[in-house]
């Protein structure tokens, strides 16, 4: 089992920044592909980012320039800055892990993904 916290969301303006944290327990962190998804109201959950065991990174089109994802294996963490952000990054932000060792791969949909936190709002006001 991972557990998974995330904390940072907030209220911020549009065109502010915002840094997303996801706190990691349970299993070897290191081993794990992390990705970033979001669901706004009334919206299916979306992806986001990811961050592969090696550090390979996916970006959604939407946010590709403005955020970035990043991970730190010895404080077990995964963070996401976003900048410049727009009323429609208005959502719910979840973190989730999948074992990068057992199942490799893109891992950009969220059947793809085993284990998930709570969740952390982020809302852009305009």
């Known amino acids: 089992q991972v557990q998974l916290v995330e904390s940072g969301g907030g209220l911020v303006q549009a065109g502010g920044s915002l840094r997303l944290s996801c706190a990691a327990s349970g299993r070897t962190f290191s081993r794990f592909t992390f990705g970033w998804f979001r669901q706004a109201p009334g919206k299916e959950r979306e992806f986001v980012a990811r961050?592969?065991?090696?550090?390979?990174?996916y970006y959604a089109d939407s946010v590709k320039g403005r955020f970035t994802i990043s991970r730190d294996n010895v404080k077990n963490t995964v963070a996401l800055q976003m900048n410049s952000l727009k009323p429609e990054d208005t959502a719910v932000y979840y973190c989730?892990?999948?074992?990068?060792?057992?199942?490799?791969?893109?891992?950009?949909?969220?059947?793809?993904?085993?284990?998930w936190g709570q969740g952390t709002q982020v809302t852009v006001s305009s």
């Open positions: 989730a892990a999948r074992d990068g060792l057992l199942r490799p791969g893109v891992a950009r949909g969220i059947y793809d993904y085993d284990y």
């Open positions: 961050i592969s065991l090696n550090g390979i990174i």
